[in-house]
């Protein structure tokens, strides 16, 4: 409507434009071209979705697919985006300048227009929102791809082809970015490091800090191009600009993501050295920085939908606040600007610190609290000052020796947050004991704003842990300041920070700080005869496999790939083939075939573990399977029944819960296929039960004023269902051993994905029949074998590094436990460890200090964290005496059978009641238990 041009006119090139547009694809050169070269030869992307990838790597996986993609094929979304381009979605104008751009400079042959995949790409990623918020390729065709829809919706075309066509000249040619501006230039970085330090400064982004140098001090990429000055801000990666709130992690994300070579674009902004300085000042004396200098004003991208470590950043829950990215940097200052590292208000690392001790309990201090008190620090740790002044709410008994409803008190204090914990300091006037919490132990963080009767604003800060503590701080704000608000909140971002951090972060920092400490000779080594070691191969040579060689092999995993979530040697029977194992294994949930986790090479019986079949709603068999099943029967001296060996599957959920599962295509073995075997349902609750089991513990378990009646506190604690799981567990153990001893049968044990319940009952069952597992050492190796090995997933059950509630979390590990201490107490004399070792499990199974409980499977544990992160066995060894139980007397005249006497299955007070000040007897030091992460 706006051209001058006569409508005829106007039709006829706009036809001739779709006309060429079209005969290009038709010719394929939009689909072909040159190719990612790190991505692997069997999923090389064509060439308009390799420039996608290179814009925006996070749009470019999902749309290439992987888990949660689009699966997005170039052949079904470059049409609809060029069926858009030639369907006058735009003002005709816009249609005649969009193709004029392409065609321009082009000489016609057999392949596309040099522009084409790069307005393809831009058109991607102008349309980014929608494309990340769909859940699958007919959703995205429906929302932005099919005719009808204006191709520019996104921030890079908001105004128009002209945005459109800039960011596909930069796509292009990430030159083109900064073409004909003096005060930018582009750099092209090769493999290896940039060699440059980066920080972040508000209002301006990620500025260079200073230059990195080699190992043998040579000059790297960065300053030898000599391009690049100190405190130039980055302002776009190959051609696509970042914006203001991307951090060090999120730019490194991005740059493995794309490969190399890479583009990057820097700007040297008026002002930006002395923002930087100031910044640097305000940290250190609390003074206001002037305003940033202005930054280039282009729409921003929107930052990438998670930071490196592949979790979401966490929403603040108040709405006056704005969510924070991940931080990378342990020399910025708490506001966000860059520090030197001679700031005398940084905080120093753990290590340097004066040790206390020898061991991993050896730790330094730094002073920052405002009476002296001196913080302690782990190796590794860093507090980053100042503390905020807080009053934390409480309850406390009027006198020592009375009895009566506890009373709320406030205790005035410091509260600091480290790469590692939360830390609160009372008072040194006030009788209260210092209160630590990891970071990752943190399993919610809530805030509110209140007006009290004086006009003030009251902030509070609730800390929910993961072993059912539930902290609640406040911090009174004089209306007209805002000070005490922005201190809030920097030290709210900071504690979001490091909690839903990357998992792995601080563990491979303890692991580095110890080790220099341990070579300086502040740490001594553990006596010789407590060292503790573990190896899987070894541990079936221990239970006798030499002797067994005719009828059990270990197969290597290297050699032979069956199951990525089990350990690298599998015992499996010697008569089943490789072919036969590998088709047990594709018939098995995630892969996870029969295999035998312990043996007694007297009797032949063995404990076996697996996953369960997918035999789905047509019943489907798979024969292998059944020959491996009735090999592991034959492993017993046991004589024939009726022709058979007689063989227990013991299966730990409900008849109902299988059923259920056939309709997904799984379920359980049908046992006229399986001849000799019987099948027994144990009817444990899953993961689900027990979250909510484990959640009602906690709240019976708050200290509380209110006066509860016998009858109700039983009903509560009958109705939280969590001593039925501890009995159900225990039966379910009971019944295994029966079968192995008495009967002399072996045993396959599976649930749902042989990852939860499964490791429960096998270890249960192997504690209370060899007693070499009821020692120190072989507690280690029985949580290294059938937790570690076989792929118990630690991270998901956990919930590392998460801030939404996960369907996935779930205490399996702590009802083990707690099944473990049932029987310790029924039989205190015949385990070598007492029950602090098991809390001090428990308290660093959610630290994240130690690379023990880390990761969902053996096999990512072996290659990326065994090298780089310290076990907790190691502290166990320094520690070695104080887990000891004085009055163990090693027993081995049979198996231990805990009583499943409903009477005798009591609750863990020690556990579930560590926190709970209105236990009674008050003993002094009991608002004060022992932990073990400090």
Known sequence: GSSSKPMDSLCAEVTTRS??????????????????????????????THQTHKADPNLGEKMLGGEGGLQLTASEWCPAWLRNLCALQLPVNDVLTLWDSLFEAWPIDDVAPPLLTAVVAAGAVGSRDKLMSCSNAAEAMAAVLSPGVPLVSGPYTEDGVENLLQLARCILDPNHYTSGQEAMSTVTFQEGPLGIVL??????????????????GQVMQAEATGQIQVHDVVVAINGVQVSENFTPAMLAGVLKKVGRPVCVAFSRVPGASAAAEAAVATAAGGRSAPPPPPRRNLSPPPPPTRPTDGAEAPPFPSSDMTAYGARDDYNRSPSGSTASLTDPMMPRDGSTGSAAGSGLSSRGSITHAGDGFGLPLVPGERYEPPGIEVDMATWQRSRSCDGGPLQRAWIKGQLFVSNYRVFFHAQHKQPWP??????????????????NTKSQTVRSLTLQCKDGQVRRFSMVQTDGSSQAGDIFHSFLRKVYQWAYCN??????????????????????????????????????ERMGLATYQADLRLVRQTDLLLCQTYPIELLIPACITDNELQASAKYRS???????????????????????????????????????????????????????????IMDARSKVATQGNRLMGKGVEQTKYYPGTELTYLNIGNIHAARESCESMNVLYQPSNLQESVASFAGKLDATGWLGHVLYI???????????????????????DGWDRTPQLCTLAQLCVDPYYRTIQGLQVLIEKDWMAYGHKFSDRCAHSTSQPSEERSPIFLLWLDCVWQIMRQFPTVFEFNEDLLLALLDNLYSCRFGTFLSNCFLDREKHLNASTLSIWRWVEQNYARFLNPDYAEYSEGPVIPSVNPKNIKVWEGYFARFDLSQLPFAPGSNNPTVYYD
């Open 503 to 540: 998992e792995e972060e601080f563990a491979r920092r303890h692991c580095e700080a110890w080790t220099t400490v341990l070579t300086t000779g502040s740490m001594l080594e553990p006596p010789p005869q407590h060292q503790i070691r573990f190896d899987l191969q070894g541990e079936f």
């Open 590 to 648: 995630k892969e996870r075939l029969p295999v035998v986790t312990w043996f007694d090479p007297s009797t032949g019986c063995s404990i076996a573990r697996c996953s369960q079949p997918m035999v789905g709603m047509n019943s489907k068999r798979c024969v292998e399977d059944e020959r491996l099943v009735l090999a592991l029967a034959a492993l017993t001296n046991r004589p024939l029944r009726n022709g058979t060996h007689r063989y227990c």
């Open 199 to 216: 920080g972040q400064v508000a209002g301006l982004g990620l500025c260079v800090r200073k230059f990195q140098s080699g190992s043998e």
């Open 19 to 48: 006309v060429l547009g079209a005969w290009c694809l038709e010719r394929g050169g939009l689909y072909s071209g040159r190719l990612n070269p790190r991505q692997p030869t069997t999923h090389r992307p064509p060439h308009a």
């Open 730 to 752: 225990l039966k379910g153990s009971n019944m295994i051993v029966e079968e192995l001893v008495r009967e002399r049968v072996g045993v396959l044990v599976h649930c749902s």
């Open 434 to 451: 210092d209160w630590a919490m990891p970071v990752h132990s943190l399993l919610r963080v809530e805030t509110d704003n209140q007006k």
